[in-house]
Nanobody, 121 residues
Framework: QVQLVESGGTSVQPGGSLRLSCVVS????????MAWYRQAPGKQRELVAS???????DYADFVRGRFSISRDDANKTAYLQMSNLKPEDTAVYYC???????????????WGQGTQVTVSS
């Protein structure tokens, strides 16, 4: 089974920067598109950024130019570099992968447990 573990979330002041990490564990699979989502209290989970396995990236308008997504498949780790953080970026951030289980010939959608980012003065 594939497991995802996020880290890097903490409290930061407006204008600050953070880097979130998502580490993949398990075996018998190949990694496809990876994405970061976030969910603020009382709001729906929303897509922040995505990256395909050939490195094509896409960003939500509300983070474009401030956040950068990347992945290191050799080390099964993905990142979300966040800069110029705003109070409205406060949320639980989740990583997500589409994976293909090679021995089962099956696709699956995997979520991490989330990491809290709080932007406040």
């Amino acid at each position: 089974q594939v497991q995802l573990v996020e880290s890097g979330g903490t409290s930061v002041q407006p204008g600050g920067s953070l880097r979130l990490s998502c580490v993949v564990s398990g075996s018998g699979f190949s990694l496809n598109t990876m994405a970061w989502y976030r969910q603020a209290p009382g709001k729906q989970r929303e897509l922040v950024a995505s990256i395909t396995n050939d490195g094509t990236t896409d960003y939500a308008d509300f983070v474009r130019g401030r956040f950068s997504i990347s992945r290191d498949d050799a080390n099964k780790t993905a990142y979300l570099q966040m800069s110029n953080l705003k109070p409205e970026d406060t949320a639980v951030y989740y990583c997500h992968y589409n994976v293909f289980y090679t021995y089962r010939d099956k696709w699956d959608s995997i979520w991490g447990q989330g990491t809290q980012v709080t932007v406040s003065s």
